[in-house]
């Protein structure tokens, strides 16, 4: 258990999160692009410390590092046969009271979906992060405030732009929503003075949000073909949005962009010679990049409680006592709402419309929203809603805590993920496994092979790695045809798999040659026995399209009780031993009697 009180060194940290995920090497990346690193393997080459790295800073730039508690993100490599040795990482965004301020990565060439005590063990060493990483806001001057503290201020107005009678809680949230829009959004006083923008925005200029804010919009956006700044025309009806055609001035140049503008509060005065509306107005600005020189589509300004209410995903903001202060129509019904009724100043309903993956209903304290309340962390939990089959939706529920009125809150989201699980599902099994039998590939071999050995080497035992190629087998395609061997193949898989222990890695590695990867804690498996085990499994014959197929096999098999040999090494051993077995058989067969 991590205590987050306890503010310990990056490097234990990193080695605790190492440990935790079994993985070549744990990053810290902090958002100015400073990596730590620590390594499973002390030997490591300086390339191969440049490539975690490049893969850390590369976490930056993922979409899912500012919305997501956990993101998956690789190397991509061109060359086929680099493919397996291509690195990979869990990476969990580490925050701090400035907002997103880094990565915590663990890499390797391939890392299992991390189960629920490995992801709150993860998000608490983030924590540990962040706090170590307070010190990369040494830079971010004084005066400037966050997006979310801009929203909050003790005794301060309404931001300009939030709904009349919204509370502190709505407001917050309007601004997380308007942070996360993909359209650039600014807001400024009558002056040009930025008191707000997103992240949209920060990109169209090249500099980061927190540094616009104080800073003057006139300097960056002029109107097209004339040189005038944002806010400079004049003539327009107060209540209604303008729509204008601006460039921008960016790191790539002058941006063309189409700005919707209204203004919000004031007093409708105007500032002296300037033309421009006084301090007391403000500007709440949407910008996308204009489709043509020759002009574009009107856009409306941005209404953000309906844009909340017309996502597709649902969104639930809570209080310190569960109950329900902003909610969209999309969360009310994943949580069983009827029609017309509303959940927000009511705690949230028990049971929900929510259910774990058993099919059991979601206890109301089990809910991710009330942990984040209870424990103060970011949590995740895949749900199910509906019935069996093709009616089951898959819902990702994800929810942080969010402070609503002094106390902890929680903010939630809830996607369907029905169909990013089913195309996940359907590369995997691409990815990892034999699409005709079934069985692992052999890249999934190798893994697993490794981390069996990995283990071996902490906690002792031995591992075992069987080696089969079919003898024979040729003939069965060139006399019966290859859909006729292929239905063999897979009966022959079938055998295997119901012939080794649940936990054994079974694998085709193409053609008719199959692996048996088998760990133990105990001593060196008997491999006579294991070898006398699979003959007789193979010995009966298959029936296949009314045909009975004798099947043999040469069979070749090698242990070992050293951690630190390598899985090809082991599998190369294997293959050998095979073919020693087949070259025997085979004189034995053509030996005189």
């Known amino acids: 258990m991590v205590d987050v009180a306890t503010h310990r060194p990056v490097g234990e940290v990193l080695e605790l999160a190492l440990d935790l995920c079994l993985g070549a090497a744990a990053f810290r990346v902090t958002r100015t692009g400073s990596v730590d690193v620590v390594l499973a393997d002390p030997g490591a080459t300086e390339d191969a410390l440049e490539r975690i790295r490049a893969l850390a800073r590369s976490c930056l730039a993922h979409p899912g590092a500012g919305r997501r508690p956990f993101f998956w993100n690789a190397e991509v490599s061109t060359e086929a046969d680099a493919a397996d040795r291509s690195l990979a990482c869990v990476a969990v965004p580490v ?21 629920d005590a490995q992801r709150g063990a993860l998000l608490r060493l983030a924590a540990e992060l962040a706090l170590d990483g307070l010190t990369d806001e040494s830079h971010v001057d004084a005066g400037v405030r966050t997006w979310t503290e801009d929203l909050v201020v003790a005794g301060s107005p309404a931001p300009p732009g939030t709904p009349t009678g919204t509370s502190a809680a709505e407001r917050r949230f309007l601004g997380e929503v308007l942070r996360s829009l993909p359209d650039a959004v600014v807001i400024t006083k009558g002056d040009g003075t930025i008191l707000l923008a997103n992240d949209a925005f920060a990109r169209m200029v090249g500099c980061g949000p927190e540094r616009l804010t104080g800073g003057n919009v006139r300097t960056m956006m002029t109107a097209t073909g004339t040189g005038r700044g944002l806010g400079a025309s004049s003539g327009r009806p107060e209540d209604q949005p303008s729509r204008r055609r601006l460039t921008v001035s960016g790191p790539d140049g002058l941006m063309p962009v189409t700005s919707t503008d209204v203004r919000v509060g004031g007093n409708g005065g105007r500032a002296a010679g300037g033309g421009h509306d006084g301090d007391d107005d403000f500007y709440v600005s949407v910008l996308r990049p204009a489709p043509s020189p020759e002009g574009c589509a009107a856009t409306e300004a941005v209404d ?14 809570l209080d310190g006592t569960g109950t329900v202060v902003l909610a969209n129509r999309a969360a009310e019904i994943l949580h069983g709402a009827a029609a017309r009724r509303t959940l927000v100043g009511l705690p949230l309903p028990d049971p929900s419309g929510l259910r774990t993956g058993d099919g059991q209903a979601l206890p109301w304290d089990a809910h991710p929203g009330l942990i984040a309340i209870r424990d103060g962390t970011c949590t995740t939990q895949q749900l199910v809603l509906g019935g069996e089959g093709d009616s089951q939706r898959h819902v990702t529920v994800t929810a942080r805590p969010f402070p609503v009125d002094g106390a902890r809150g929680a903010l939630v989201v809830l996607h369907d993920s029905t169909r990013e699980r089913l195309e996940q599902q359907r590369l995997t099994q691409y990815a990892l496994y034999d699409p005709l039998t079934g069985l692992a590939n052999r890249y ?87 070898v006398s085990r699979l003959r007789k499994v193979l010995s009966a014959p298959f029936r296949v399209r009314s045909q009975a197929f004798d099947v043999g096999a040469s069979i070749g098999w090698v242990s070992t009780d050293k951690g630190e040999e390598g899985p090809e090494a082991l599998l190369a051993k294997a293959d050998r031993a095979m073919y020693l077995q087949k070259r025997n058989r085979a004189s034995a067969r053509r030996a005189p009697a």
Not at 304 to 317: A, K, M, R, W
């Open 95 to 115: 925050w701090n009271d400035h907002g997103p301020n880094g990565v915590l990565g663990v890499v390797d060439t391939w890392l299992p979906e991390p189960d």
């Open 304 to 317: 953000c409680l309906d844009l909340v209410g017309s996502l597709d995903d649902g969104i639930l903001c």
């Open 444 to 530: 999934l071999l190798l893994e697993e092979l490794r981390r069996m050995l990995l283990l071996l080497g902490r906690q002792g035992g031995a591992v075992a790695l069987v080696y089969l190629d079919l003898d024979g087998f040729k003939a069965i395609n060139d006399e019966f045809g290859h859909d006729t061997g292929d239905e063999v193949l897979a009966a022959v898989a079938r055998r295997l798999r119901g012939t080794v222990r649940s936990d054994d890695v079974v694998a085709r590695l193409g053609g008719d040659e199959f692996v048996i990867a088998h760990a133990s804690t105990e001593r060196l498996p008997d491999g006579d026995l294991v």
